[in-house]
Nanobody, 123 residues
Framework: QVQLVESGGGLVQSGGSLRLSCAAS????????MGWYRQAPGKQRELVAV???????NYADSVKGRFTISRDNAKNTVYLQMNSLKFEDTAVYYC?????????????????WGQGTQVTVSS
Protein backbone atom coordinates (compact mmCIF):
# COMPACT_ATOMS: atom_id res chain seq x y z
CA GLN A 1 0.00 0.00 0.00
CA VAL A 2 0.95 3.64 -0.39
CA GLN A 3 0.67 5.85 2.68
CA LEU A 4 0.33 9.63 2.61
CA VAL A 5 1.37 11.87 5.49
CA GLU A 6 0.23 15.48 5.51
CA SER A 7 1.61 18.38 7.48
CA GLY A 8 1.43 22.15 7.65
CA GLY A 9 -2.12 22.89 8.74
CA GLY A 10 -2.97 25.21 11.57
CA LEU A 11 -4.60 28.43 12.68
CA VAL A 12 -3.91 31.62 10.77
CA GLN A 13 -5.45 35.07 10.57
CA SER A 14 -7.31 36.23 7.50
CA GLY A 15 -4.82 37.40 4.88
CA GLY A 16 -2.12 35.08 6.17
CA SER A 17 -0.34 32.16 4.54
CA LEU A 18 0.18 28.47 5.13
CA ARG A 19 2.04 25.75 3.26
CA LEU A 20 0.76 22.19 3.24
CA SER A 21 2.92 19.19 2.43
CA CYS A 22 2.01 15.60 1.62
CA ALA A 23 4.62 12.88 1.33
CA ALA A 24 3.94 9.42 -0.09
CA SER A 25 5.74 6.28 1.01
CA UNK A 26 5.61 2.67 -0.04
CA UNK A 27 6.59 0.62 -3.04
CA UNK A 28 5.86 3.34 -5.56
CA UNK A 29 6.50 2.87 -9.24
CA UNK A 30 5.17 6.20 -10.45
CA UNK A 31 2.74 8.93 -9.42
CA UNK A 32 0.48 10.44 -12.05
CA UNK A 33 -1.64 13.02 -10.31
CA MET A 34 -1.28 14.71 -6.97
CA GLY A 35 -4.05 16.83 -5.60
CA TRP A 36 -5.55 18.64 -2.66
CA TYR A 37 -9.19 18.53 -1.65
CA ARG A 38 -11.00 20.13 1.25
CA GLN A 39 -14.14 19.58 3.25
CA ALA A 40 -15.77 22.22 5.39
CA PRO A 41 -18.32 21.32 8.08
CA GLY A 42 -21.65 20.39 6.55
CA LYS A 43 -20.29 20.52 3.01
CA GLN A 44 -19.11 17.97 0.47
CA ARG A 45 -15.45 17.40 -0.23
CA GLU A 46 -14.29 19.58 -3.11
CA LEU A 47 -11.24 19.78 -5.34
CA VAL A 48 -8.82 22.57 -4.48
CA ALA A 49 -5.95 21.93 -6.88
CA VAL A 50 -4.38 19.12 -8.86
CA UNK A 51 -1.05 18.69 -10.64
CA UNK A 52 -0.18 16.02 -13.20
CA UNK A 53 3.08 14.27 -13.88
CA UNK A 54 3.58 16.74 -16.72
CA UNK A 55 3.17 19.63 -14.27
CA UNK A 56 -0.18 20.68 -15.67
CA UNK A 57 -2.26 22.28 -12.94
CA ASN A 58 -5.92 22.92 -12.32
CA TYR A 59 -7.44 25.03 -9.56
CA ALA A 60 -10.86 25.63 -8.12
CA ASP A 61 -12.09 29.07 -9.14
CA SER A 62 -12.28 30.10 -5.50
CA VAL A 63 -8.52 29.70 -4.97
CA LYS A 64 -7.10 30.82 -8.33
CA GLY A 65 -4.45 33.47 -7.89
CA ARG A 66 -4.08 32.72 -4.17
CA PHE A 67 -3.03 29.05 -3.97
CA THR A 68 -0.16 27.33 -5.78
CA ILE A 69 0.30 23.58 -6.08
CA SER A 70 3.72 22.07 -6.79
CA ARG A 71 5.40 18.69 -6.60
CA ASP A 72 8.81 17.21 -5.90
CA ASN A 73 8.97 13.89 -7.71
CA ALA A 74 12.23 12.84 -6.05
CA LYS A 75 10.49 13.08 -2.67
CA ASN A 76 7.05 11.88 -3.81
CA THR A 77 5.73 15.04 -2.21
CA VAL A 78 3.10 17.57 -3.17
CA TYR A 79 2.81 21.05 -1.72
CA LEU A 80 0.05 23.61 -1.49
CA GLN A 81 1.11 27.18 -0.88
CA MET A 82 -1.89 29.11 0.36
CA ASN A 83 -1.70 32.91 0.41
CA SER A 84 -4.27 35.59 1.16
CA LEU A 85 -6.28 33.11 3.17
CA LYS A 86 -9.93 33.84 3.80
CA PHE A 87 -12.33 32.68 6.49
CA GLU A 88 -14.12 30.56 3.88
CA ASP A 89 -10.91 28.57 3.28
CA THR A 90 -11.41 26.98 6.70
CA ALA A 91 -11.70 23.22 6.20
CA VAL A 92 -9.97 19.91 6.59
CA TYR A 93 -7.55 19.56 3.68
CA TYR A 94 -6.90 16.13 2.21
CA CYS A 95 -4.10 15.04 -0.06
CA UNK A 96 -4.70 12.53 -2.86
CA UNK A 97 -2.15 10.77 -5.03
CA UNK A 98 -2.77 8.36 -7.88
CA UNK A 99 -0.28 6.21 -9.69
CA UNK A 100 1.18 2.73 -9.83
CA UNK A 101 2.87 0.69 -7.12
CA UNK A 102 4.91 -2.49 -7.16
CA UNK A 103 3.30 -5.78 -6.26
CA UNK A 104 4.84 -9.26 -6.10
CA UNK A 105 4.87 -9.50 -9.88
CA UNK A 106 4.55 -6.28 -11.80
CA UNK A 107 2.67 -3.12 -10.81
CA UNK A 108 -0.88 -2.15 -9.99
CA UNK A 109 -2.81 1.10 -9.62
CA UNK A 110 -3.10 2.96 -6.36
CA UNK A 111 -5.35 5.81 -5.27
CA UNK A 112 -4.40 6.96 -1.79
CA TRP A 113 -5.69 9.63 0.59
CA GLY A 114 -4.06 11.37 3.48
CA GLN A 115 -5.60 11.56 6.94
CA GLY A 116 -6.47 15.23 6.57
CA THR A 117 -5.05 18.37 8.14
CA GLN A 118 -7.12 21.16 9.66
CA VAL A 119 -6.79 24.68 8.30
CA THR A 120 -8.57 27.35 10.31
CA VAL A 121 -8.66 30.97 9.19
CA SER A 122 -9.83 33.49 11.74
CA SER A 123 -11.73 36.49 10.46
Amino acid sequence: QVQLVESGGGLVQSGGSLRLSCAASGRIFSIYTMGWYRQAPGKQRELVAVITSGNNTNYADSVKGRFTISRDNAKNTVYLQMNSLKFEDTAVYYCNQKGKRYVVIGVTDFDSWGQGTQVTVSS
